[in-house]
């Protein structure tokens, strides 16, 4: 039966990739695009993502993906849905996008505080301008659950919106720096779609401006920044929610912090990364229920959420001969109460899990094939925040990308 699912689950995601790689067949000639498959197994819950990304010409570029998630061994049936589906149109240093699409900021390895990789797509649109130096974007999106990740008995917000812009710099050689402002709107007020396309203009003003009323409750500032020196290369991100980082009156610290180097000059022909980042209990949310940093009960933060901390060692090597790159690291995180909720929720005393684990990466390269396997196991204390208790974190990923 379980090997029938898994024939079954494998077919349905053949045929959705073959139907989107010949959609892209009449732009092969002229385009630069990607088709990928994700194969990710955690602890008996297998996630399949099939995706296009990919430039069309003459300005346009697309973004699709599609989902599966379930379990092959136990009573829950797989799911599909929509990962992404939008696009963008360039011309000269514009760029307009939009669309159910993914933005990622930062410079984080690992663990990033805002918007990373990993982050959930949601409903927006916006624009980019390009300088030599400079990059600036600004977007509007909807944050409301989808109504397919509701659950039983739950009801879609009426109101949540995303406001966000941010500015990448690079003033001097070895040094970028990005700064970036966020919030999130939970009610309409008069003029809202000029404020929020209009550039530079600040958010965190807006409830001070004469005529606006709303219920803008939830300011995020962040900033992020590289600086290459000759023997290693600096990195950081810093996140503070409704500034100054401690309000008073017994709110908590309001703020996320990763710090990491990478350096190459250790030994030749590898590369060594370390990573230490920090984020504090509930810093993606406030007192306002929906207006919490998150598309569900996805965070728009850290993908594990808030309250938490992690340290990362990693070594990495390309070995030439067989066209591959393999990756070693080891890290250790504890977990809190990590689900992003408002601050008027009485805050759960729970045990904090201490994870100590191992992650293996290896890449290969097959002409225009790009080949990815991932293994991340991690022993547990206080599994699930219960005392003395021990478990087993498991995730892998098998991944191929064809570029056309």
């Not at 799911?79 to 011309?91: N, P, Q």
């Not at 700064?179 to 003029?191: K, N, Q, R």
Request: charge should be negative; glycine fraction near 12%; proline fraction near 5%.
């Amino acid at each position: 039966m379980e090997l029938r699912k898994g024939v079954h689950l494998m077919r349905v995601v053949t045929a959705v990739l073959t139907v989107l790689a010949l959609l892209c067949l009449p732009t092969v000639a002229w385009a630069d695009m990607s088709v990928g498959l994700d194969w990710e197994m955690r602890n008996r819950q297998n996630i399949l993502s099939v995706w296009v990304d990919g430039e069309l010409g003459n300005g346009f570029a697309i973004n699709l993906g599609v989902g599966a998630e379930g379990s092959m061994e136990g009573p829950d049936k797989f799911t599909t849905r929509v990962d992404e589906v939008g696009g963008s149109y360039s011309i000269g240093a514009f760029k307009l996008f939009g669309g159910l699409i993914n933005h990622s900021l930062g410079t984080a390895k690992e663990h990033p505080t805002f918007l990373g990789p990993n982050s959930p797509a949601f409903l927006n649109v916006g624009y980019e301008v390009s300088g030599d130096k400079w990059t600036y974007m600004k977007l509007l999106g909807d944050l409301r659950t989808p109504r397919w990740a509701l659950l039983p008995g739950e009801e879609q917000e009426e109101f949540k919106r995303l406001g966000l812009h941010y500015l990448r710099l690079g003033p001097w050689g070895p040094l970028t720096i990005g700064v970036g402002e966020a919030v999130v709107f939970v009610s309409p007020f008069d003029g809202d779609i000029l404020y929020t396309t209009l550039p530079v203009l600040p958010y965190y003003f807006a409830k001070y401006m004469p005529g606006i009323k709303t219920s803008i409750d939830n300011s995020l500032f962040y900033g992020d920044g590289t600086l290459e020196l000759p023997g290693a290369t600096f990195y950081g991100e810093l996140l503070v929610n409704e500034f100054p980082m401690n309000p008073g009156h017994g709110s908590p610290k309001l703020f996320a912090v990763t710090l990491g180097a990478e350096t190459d000059s250790l030994i030749p022909g590898w590369n060594f990364m370390a990573e230490y980042t920090y984020i504090t209990d509930r810093a993606y949310s406030n007192k306002v229920k929906d207006a919490a940093y998150s598309v569900g009960d996805r965070s728009l933060g850290h993908p594990l959420g808030d309250d938490l901390m992690g340290v990362d060692l990693q070594a990495k090597h390309y070995w030439e001969a067989l066209s591959t790159e393999t990756t070693l690291g080891v890290y250790h995180l504890q977990l809190g109460n990590a689900e992003v909720r408002p601050w008027d929720k009485p805050a759960e005393e729970i045990l904090r899990e201490k994870v100590y684990g191992i992650k293996l990466e290896a890449k290969h390269w097959l002409k225009n094939i790009e080949l990815r396997g991932y293994l991340d196991l991690g022993y547990t204390v206080d599994y699930r925040h219960e005392a003395g208790k021990t478990g087993i974190k498991q995730k892998a990923v098998l991944s191929a990308t064809w570029y056309l």
